[in-house]
C-alpha cells in the first residue's frame, strides 16, 4: 500500500471526524482510558524509540547543531514525565465534556426555540515542538472535545511520536470512534501540502516562534490559532509592596521587561536590583534606573559584569534568559501605554497595594492575562485548571490565553418548530406576527436524544 | 494637510481603541444617542447625496455594467428604511454590555483569584456591499462592544457612506470616546494596505461572495471572519409531514438543494413539485426524482419550461433566483452526508415529524444552523434576538452564523493576589502547596472599580 498523500490524510481526518459527530461523549471519554491502557502496554518499545531519539539528539548536540534545551525537552523517562503523561490522560477525561452545553436559548414565537449549543470545531493540525508527551496532550483534549486531529512534532522526536500514535490509535480501534481520528505526520511537505486543504481542516494550531507563527498565517487561508513566544512585563507602581516588587520579578524568570514608576527609583529599585543581581539577573537598564544603581552601589560586587545601558531595542526582545530590560516611565498610563505598545499581548503584571492603580492596569493593558502581585508564570492551562492545555494562544480571536477544552469548541445553532404547522419566516414582520425574544433558561438542548 | 495614508488610519484607530479601554460603558451607550441624533440632523445632506449616488448607479444599470438587485439596495430613503436604521441604532445602545461579564471564574489558592472576563477584540476592518445602513448597523454594533472600526462599503455608496461617516464621528465628538474611533475608507488599494498591518488590526471582516472572501484570506495575515453566501438545503424525512413539506420550499428563497427520500418520491414529492411549479420555481432533478414527475403529471402545464435534469454540479450552485436542485437519497445517513460534502455550513434544514430523525440531523449536520420543521430564512441576526447583525459568518472559528454583539468580543485573564505576601508560581509543586481550583460563582470581577 502507498503511503497516504497529505489529502488523504486530511479527508480521512474529516470523514473520521464527521462520522464521530452521532457517537456519545462517554464514548470519548471511554477511548482516553483505552489509550491510557494502550500506552502503557507499549511503555518498554516506545521508551526505547525515545532513547533513539535522544542517542540521535546527542550527537547533534556535541556536533553544535542543538541545543542542550531542546535535547532535555526529549527525554520521556525524565523523573515522573511519563507517568504524569499518562495521569494528564486520565485527568482529562473526567473533566465536564465541553459539548452540547447551551449558552442562549430563546423562545421566537410559541413552539419555535433557538438554542446555541457547543460542539467540536471539526479537524485540527497542530504544529508543536520537539516534546513528545505534547502528542499525548494535545490528543487527549482533541478526543475529549469531539475535534479529529492531525500531529506534527518536531523532527528531532519523530521515532517517539510515531509509536505514541500508533498506540493511540490502537486504544481508539476499542471504542466506535474511528482509528483515523488521530493522525500524525513527519515533514514539513505534509504541513505545506495540508495548509491548502481548506475543505478539510478546520484549524492551524502552531505551537513555536513568532516566525513559525507568522510563516504559517501568510501561507494558508485556514484559521490559525499561534501560541508564540510571549514577552511578559511587570510593572512597579508607585503604591508597589517593597517585598512583593523584590518577590516577582526575581521569581517571573518568563519576564522580559521591569516598568518602574519614576517615585520608586531611589527607593524601592536599589532592594529590587540589589535581589536581581544577587541571583545573577543580567539587567539592561535606561539611563535613570542606571544613575539611580550608579548612586546607590558603586561597589556592589556584580555591578560591572551585570549591568548594561539598555538600547531602544532591548524592550522588544524576548531574553529567555535571565535578562531584564528595565525602564522607568512616569506614570501608571505610560506604563500602560509603554506595555501595548512592546508587550506580545500574552500575561503582564502590576505590583501595587492601590486597588486604584490595579483596576486601571487590569482593564488598559491589552494582553490575554493581566495580574496584580502575581507572577506572570501563572499563565498556564494546569495551573489555570483546566487539566492540561494546548498551548497559551497569543492571538485574540477564539481562545486567548492559556488554551484548554474550552478553546477547543465552537457552536452551532439549533432551532425546532414544535407547532402544528411549522414555521416559516415569511409569517413575521410588519402588520404579521412579531418575534418574542422570551429568554429560555436551559443548559441543554431539550429535543436532543 | 495630506489624506492620511492607510498606516495613519489603522494607527489612529488602534490608538483610539487603546485611548477608549477606561471609558465606561454607559459613555459608549450615549456615544450611541449622539451619533442617532447627528444622523437625523443631517438627514437631508445624507440623503442628497444617497440620490447622486442612485443616479450614477441608474446611468450604469442603463449602461448594462450594474443589476437592479444591486441599485435597490442603494436607496436609503425607500419604505421605512431611514427610521428603521435610527432606530436601529437606539435598540443596540439598549441591548446589555457584552463586555465586563465573567465567563469562569477559579480561587487558584487561599487569596488568589483568576477571572475570565468579556472584552472588545480591537480594531475591526469590515468591508461589505454598497448598502448605506450597513455602515451603521456595524458602527452601532462596534461601538455598543468596545471595538475600534474600520469601514469600506462598495464604491456605489461612496458619497452616502462618507457622509454617514462624517455624522458618526461629530456625534462620538460630543462623547469621551476619540473621534477616530470608527473611521471610513474609500479605496480597494487602502483595504490592500490595510491587511498588511497585523500590528494594529485584530480582525477583518469581509462580506460578500466567497471569491472576496477567500481572497482575503489569501492575503492577509491577521484573522478573517468571512460572511460569504450560503448554499442551504432542505431534507424531506420519510417521517415528513406533507404541508409543512409543501410550505418549506416554496417559503424559502434561500435554499438551493431539496434532498428527497426515497420513500417519498411516489406520495409527498408530486405534491411538492406541484406547490413549487406554481410558484414558478425551476427545478433541477437527479433522475429519479424526475421520472416521478414525469409519472404523475405528464400534462402539467409548467413542467415543460420549469423542470431541467440536473447536472453533477448542479448541487454546488448558488443560485440566488427561484431555482432548486432535487435529488432522491436512500436514508438520513446519507441525506446528511450528501448536506455535508456539498452545504456552505450556513443553515439546512429537515422536515419530519420523527424526534429521533431530528436529533440526528442537527448532531450530524455540521453547519452553523441546523433546524427542524423550520425554514431556513429564519438565519438572521435580528430573528435570532441580536438587535442587528454584523452579518452571518460561514466560518467556524470565535462566531457564526449570525453575529451579534456577543461574536465581537473576546475576553482576557484578569488575577489578583490578596494574599499579604502576594503569590509567586515557585510556591506550587510537588511537595509544595497545591492548587484549590475552587469553582468561584461571579459574573463580574470584584476588584474592578
Not at 422 to 436: D, N, V
Amino acid at each position: 500500500m502507498p503511503a497516504p498523500t497529505a489529502h488523504d490524510i486530511a479527508k480521512a481526518a474529516k470523514n473520521a471526524f464527521q462520522d464521530a459527530q452521532l457517537i456519545p461523549a462517554s464514548e470519548r471519554a471511554k477511548a482516553l482510558h483505552e489509550i491510557q491502557l494502550s500506552l502503557q502496554a507499549s511503555k518498554v518499545e516506545i521508551l526505547q524509540a525515545n532513547q533513539e531519539d535522544i542517542k540521535a539528539a546527542e550527537a547533534e548536540v556535541k556536533a553544535g547543531n542543538m541545543s542542550e534545551t531542546l535535547l532535555k525537552r526529549l527525554d520521556l523517562n525524565k523523573g515522573d514525565k511519563w507517568d504524569s503523561m499518562l495521569q494528564g490522560i486520565l485527568d482529562v477525561a473526567s473533566l465536564p465534556d465541553p459539548t452540547g452545553t447551551v449558552s442562549y436559548a430563546s423562545e421566537l414565537d410559541d413552539g419555535l426555540e433557538l438554542y446555541r449549543v457547543a460542539c467540536p470545531i471539526g479537524v485540527l493540525l497542530v504544529i508543536f515542538e520537539a516534546r513528545p508527551e505534547v502528542v499525548v496532550n494535545i490528543a487527549s483534549l482533541a478526543i475529549k472535545s469531539g475535534n479529529a486531529a492531525i500531529l506534527k512534532g518536531g523532527k528531532e522526536s519523530n521515532r517517539t511520536t510515531t509509536l505514541l500514535a500508533k498506540s493511540i490509535s490502537a486504544g481508539l480501534a476499542k471504542t466506535a470512534i474511528p482509528e483515523l481520528y488521530v493522525q500524525s505526520i513527519q515533514t514539513r511537505a505534509e504541513v505545506s501540502s495540508l495548509l491548502e486543504l481548506d475543505e478539510y481542516i478546520d484549524l492551524v494550531i502552531p505551537r513555536g516562534s513568532n516566525s513559525l507563527v507568522k510563516s504559517i498565517q501568510n501561507n494558508t487561508r485556514i484559521p490559525v490559532m499561534g501560541h508564540a513566544d510571549g514577552l511578559c512585563s511587570i510593572f512597579i507602581d508607585q503604591e508597589a509592596d517593597v517585598t512583593k516588587a523584590i518577590d516577582y520579578p526575581a521569581a517571573c524568570n518568563s519576564v522580559e521587561n521591569l516598568i518602574l514608576h519614576d517615585s520608586i527609583v531611589n527607593t524601592v529599585w536599589p532592594s529590587v536590583a540589589k535581589a536581581l543581581l544577587e541571583a545573577n539577573v543580567k539587567l539592561l537598564c535606561d539611563p535613570t534606573s542606571l544613575n539611580a544603581l550608579k548612586t546607590c552601589f558603586s561597589a556592589l560586587p556584580n555591578m560591572e559584569t551585570l549591568v548594561t545601558p539598555s538600547e531602544l531595542s532591548s524592550y522588544d526582545v524576548e531574553h529567555l534568559n535571565l535578562t531584564l530590560s528595565v525602564i522607568v516611565l512616569p506614570s501608571l498610563r505610560s506604563a500602560i501605554q509603554f506595555i501595548n505598545a512592546h508587550s506580545s499581548h500574552h500575561t503582564d503584571s502590576i505590583v501595587t497595594e492601590s486597588d486604584e492603580a490595579a483596576s486601571i492596569f487590569c482593564r488598559g493593558v491589552d494582553s490575554a492575562g493581566t495580574y496584580v502581585n502575581a507572577s506572570t508564570r501563572f499563565a498556564d492551562g494546569f495551573r489555570y485548571g483546566f487539566g492540561t492545555e494546548v498551548g497559551i494562544s497569543t492571538g485574540r480571536i477564539h481562545a486567548r490565553g492559556p488554551v484548554g477544552l474550552d478553546g477547543l469548541v465552537t457552536y452551532k445553532y439549533m432551532m425546532k418548530s414544535q407547532a402544528p404547522s411549522g414555521h416559516i419566516a415569511a409569517e413575521f414582520g410588519t402588520g404579521k406576527k412579531q418575534y418574542k425574544h422570551n429568554k429560555l433558561h436551559t443548559t441543554t438542548v431539550p429535543f436532543l436524544i
